[in-house]
């Protein structure tokens, strides 16, 4: 068993004959040859081998667009019902409908619901995916067979460049599908659903009780403002200041 020094000094061995070796083989010039004897000899330091531990260190973390986190229904019985509700007002044609599965319906409920409201759904996946009881992934299955598989709907993608992509606009183009939508009263049924499924920000965000400071600023009568001081260029800072 050889000790470290003695391995040391043995790859120093084989270092310095595979130098002759490539010296031998093909001649460096002039100005390097003192170099190479000060390197073995010593007189020229050299600089220590780095540790591991640096050459291994993590590179700075770039930036990165944060994707939404997958999102769980916190009453997993209350989606199953849902999404079975959804399914069950039949949304498509029997033709179509074979082709999907209760899930893939209640998606394409949302989107049917959407386009008779507004004229296209420009709901994210995530927004599909609560409304509809599913997850993300059968939102994206089925908006795929959809558009590809049946030519059912166009999907417009928007891109941007380093940025958050916008939601995807999605159009019915499929004349059997938008025959039947238009028979009975979905049209009134779909409006009122969207309106039932979009919350009342005012109420989520208790702004009725904790209104926002501008608007307390501006219905508090503890400053008032002088209408009757006609605005000129020698009063325009005062009159910036009452307003504050």
């Avoid at 700075?60 to 069950?88: F, G, T, V």
């Avoid at 949304?91 to 619901?113: N, R, Y």
């Avoid at 059912?152 to 019915?172: A, C, D, E, F």
């Avoid at 028979?183 to 965000?205: L, N, Q, S, T, V």
């Amino acid at each position: 068993m050889r000790t470290a020094a003695q391995l040391q000094l043995h790859w120093r061995e084989q270092a310095a004959a595979s130098l002759a070796a490539s010296i031998a083989s093909k001649p460096l010039p002039a100005y390097q040859l003192p170099l190479i004897e000060g390197y073995e000899t010593g007189e020229i330091p050299t600089l220590p081998a780095r540790s591991l531990a640096a050459v291994s260190a993590p590179l700075a973390r770039r930036y990165c667009i944060q994707r939404s986190p997958e999102q769980r229904s916190p009453d997993r019985q209350a989606s199953i019902a849902r999404r079975r509700q959804h399914a069950a007002t039949a949304p498509l044609p029997p033709s179509l409908a074979t082709k999907f599965t209760t899930g893939e319906i209640a998606v394409l409920k949302i989107i049917a619901d959407e386009w008779l409201a507004h004229g296209a759904c420009d709901l994210s996946q995530n927004e599909i995916g609560a409304r509809a009881g599913v997850v993300k992934s059968v939102v994206k299955r089925a908006i795929f067979f959809a558009e590809n598989d049946h030519s059912m709907i166009t999907v417009q993608r928007r891109p941007r460049s380093g940025r958050k992509h916008l939601t995807n606009i999605i159009r019915i183009i499929r004349a059997e599908w938008r025959d039947w939508l238009s028979k009975g009263h979905r049209r009134a049924y779909a409006i009122a659903a969207c309106d039932r499924a979009k919350p009342i920000f005012a109420e989520a965000r208790g702004a009725e009780k904790n209104p926002p400071r501008v608007q307390v600023l501006r219905n508090s009568n503890s400053d008032p403002v002088d209408k009757t001081v006609k605005k000129g260029k020698s009063d325009r800072r005062w009159s910036r200041r009452t307003l504050f």
